[in-house]
């Protein structure tokens, strides 16, 4: 019995449908390859380490690791692949493109030959670009490539566990509830579990 049959049945003994019952069907039926992102995106090693280096100019290591050492490039990676649309695929690869060409335009090499304060420089430009592109653009039109970046490596990072225990304070089982806890100045954020 397949369990497309079986939820039919246990519907029929409890006298009737189940609510919600069109979910538990669907996870039988394969989403169209469009929506699953599977463009035939495979990224290779360098493009991770590429990656790797674009976040860690984001989120440079300083008193706790930085976006290269939680792996913040694979974390990208896999996202894009597995989460991300056709569409969306392509502005994140073009995106990787545009980076390259914009170090060689402002500095005459690629972004990976360029020092951390040419890529600093480099993409504080492409942040204020992506700025002025978000308050400008149609709600159809693609979120900029150095946004999508941006934003996975501040997820990546966060939700990581070197990004969590060592960036956020972390405690596992945090005990009671207390509303109102104070404040210091330079106090890290917390993280939650």
């Not at 189940?18 to 360098?46: H, Q, R, W, Y």
């Not at 989460?83 to 972004?111: R, W």
């Not at 596992?172 to 210091?184: F, N």
């Amino acid at each position: 019995m397949n369990r497309r049959d079986a939820l039919t049945r246990v519907g029929l003994l409890l006298g009737g449908s189940i609510v919600g019952a069109e979910m538990f069907l669907s996870g039988c039926k394969n989403a169209p390859e469009a929506t699953l992102g599977a463009g035939g995106t495979n990224f290779t090693n360098d493009d991770i380490a590429y990656l790797n280096e674009v976040a860690e100019t984001i989120l440079p290591g300083t008193d706790s690791p930085g976006a290269k050492e939680a792996k913040v490039g694979e974390f990208m990676t896999r996202i894009v692949k597995d989460c991300y649309t056709q569409p969306e695929q392509k502005v994140f690869l073009d995106g990787m493109q545009k980076i390259n060409e914009a170090s060689k335009k402002k500095h005459d090499k690629a972004f990976m030959d360029s020092t951390p304060e040419e890529r600093h420089a480099l993409l504080v430009d492409l942040d204020k670009e992506a700025k002025a592109y978000t308050a400008t653009k149609k709600h159809d039109d693609p979120t900029h490539y150095f946004r999508m970046m941006k934003e996975m490596t501040l997820w990546g990072y966060f939700t990581s566990e070197l990004g969590a225990t060592k960036a956020l304070r972390y405690v596992q089982i945090p005990g009671k509830y207390q509303g109102c806890i104070d404040y210091k100045k330079g106090d890290k954020a917390w993280a939650t579990s």
